[in-house]
């Protein structure tokens, strides 16, 4: 089964100042999908950005990008100009495209935004 | 925009209690979720919905089963709920056509069994 690590489980930024959350997985699979979700105070999980593993070019969303390196197998968010409202849960997924309910989630990483 | 809505915000429940709870989309669509979220191990899959009463298990279904009679509406249930049940749920749907496709969340519940 294909894992999920997130090996940063806090980090914190200065508000306007840029972030790079990590991410890694493992899979023997060459086509899926890749997810980071943000979980604020609210709970609610929102969708920050999807990357398709067969796009060579990085998913970007604003101030919300990916450095997709598929070879390493490493999928890192970078947050530019920060906002207090940056501050949450972030949770890197992966999905199979051949399973539509094998949504794997690594542990999270707290941002916290500093004023 | 999609709504998932969850009944409970917070709930506690006594050891032994049969505990439910209740997950309702608004945008007919085809899969449902529910993953149980734990500090250090992120979100797991409880179990899957595909369609009106059709279920499989997810990686951790011990202790849980599920229902779903309408399409809109899908249940877990702690048939005898114990300290370990005390977790965070999250309720997600999806619709089935197209594996990519992100996942819509509850606010989740927070259930603390005493």
């Known amino acids: 089964a294909q894992t999920v690590t997130q090996s940063q489980p806090e980090m914190s930024v200065q508000e306007a100042e840029t972030v790079t959350l990590s991410c890694t997985y493992d899979t023997s699979e060459s086509d899926y999908y890749l ?14 950005i999807r990357q398709e ?12 990008s990916v450095n997709f390196q598929k070879a ?34 690594g542990a999270g990483t707290r941002l916290t935004v500093k004023p | 925009d999609v709504k998932v809505t969850q009944s409970s915000r917070y709930l506690v429940k006594r050891t032994g209690e049969k505990v ?5 989309q608004d945008m007919d669509h085809e899969n449902m979720f529910w993953y149980r979220q734990d500090p250090g191990l992120g979100l797991r899959l409880i179990y899957f919905s595909y369609d009106v009463k059709m279920k499989e298990k997810g990686d951790i279904p011990e202790g849980y089963s599920v229902s779903r009679e309408k399409k809109e509406r899908f249940s877990l249930i702690l048939e005898s709920a114990s300290t370990n049940q005390t977790s965070m749920y999250l309720c997600a749907s999806n619709p089935w056509t197209v594996s990519g496709e992100k996942l819509f969340f509850g606010s989740g519940t927070q259930l603390s069994v005493l």
Not at chain 1, 35 to 48: D, G
Not at chain 1, 73 to 94: E, P, T
Not at chain 2, 20 to 24: G, K, N, R, S
Request: glycine content about 2%; proline content about 5%; hydrophobic content about 35%.
């Open chain 1, 35 to 48: 997810f980071w979700y943000k979980q604020p105070p609210s709970r609610q999980m929102i969708l920050v």
């Open chain 1, 53 to 64: 593993a067969y796009k060579q070019q990085n998913a970007t969303e604003n101030r919300f």
């Open chain 1, 72 to 105: 390493a197998k490493s999928f890192s968010l970078k947050i530019s100009d920060s906002q207090l409202g940056d501050a949450a849960m972030y949770f890197c997924a992966y999905r199979s495209p051949y399973n539509n309910n094998d949504m794997r989630f």
């Open chain 2, 20 to 24: 439910f709870l209740e997950c309702v």
